[in-house]
C-alpha cells in the first residue's frame, strides 16, 4: 500500500524559515516523481512545486519561485521543501502527492503569524 506521510509544520513568525519533509512507503521511490500542494484556509488546494525523479530537473509555481527549494532523498525516500521569507499568505495545509497517482498524505499545517 502506497503512503506519503508529511511532518515539519509548525508556527513561524514573518520571515521565518522551515523545513518540511514527505516519507514514501511503498513506492517504488527512485523513479517517482513527487509534488507539493497546499490549502490556505477557504481557498482551494493549489500545486506549489515538483521534483521529477531526475533530481535536477523541478517545476516551481510563480508563489514559490525564489523562497522555495524542493529536493529528494532516495536513499531515505524523503521529499523535502525547504521554505525561506515566509509571509502570512502562506499559511496553509501542505500536502505530498505522487504525481500522476492517487496517492496524498494528510498534511502538515504551517501558520506564519506574528
Known amino acids: 500500500q502506497e503512503q506519503l506521510v508529511e511532518s515539519g509544520g509548525g508556527s513561524v513568525q514573518p520571515g521565518g524559515s522551515l523545513r518540511l519533509s514527505c516519507v514514501a512507503?511503498?513506492?517504488?521511490?527512485?523513479?517517482?516523481?513527487?509534488?507539493?500542494?497546499?490549502?490556505?484556509?477557504g481557498k482551494e488546494r493549489e500545486h506549489v512545486d515538483t521534483i521529477y525523479s531526475n533530481h535536477t530537473l523541478t517545476e516551481y509555481s510563480d508563489s514559490a519561485k525564489r523562497r522555495f527549494t524542493i529536493s529528494r532523498d532516495n536513499h531515505k525516500n524523503t521529499v523535502y521543501r525547504q521554505m525561506t521569507n515566509l509571509n502570512p499568505e502562506d499559511t496553509a495545509v501542505y500536502y505530498c502527492h505522487r504525481m500522476s497517482h492517487r496517492t496524498w498524505g494528510e498534511g502538515t499545517g504551517l501558520l506564519v503569524s506574528s
Open 25 to 41: 512507503a511503498g513506492i517504488p521511490f527512485s523513479g517517482a516523481a513527487f509534488q507539493w500542494y497546499r490549502q490556505a484556509p
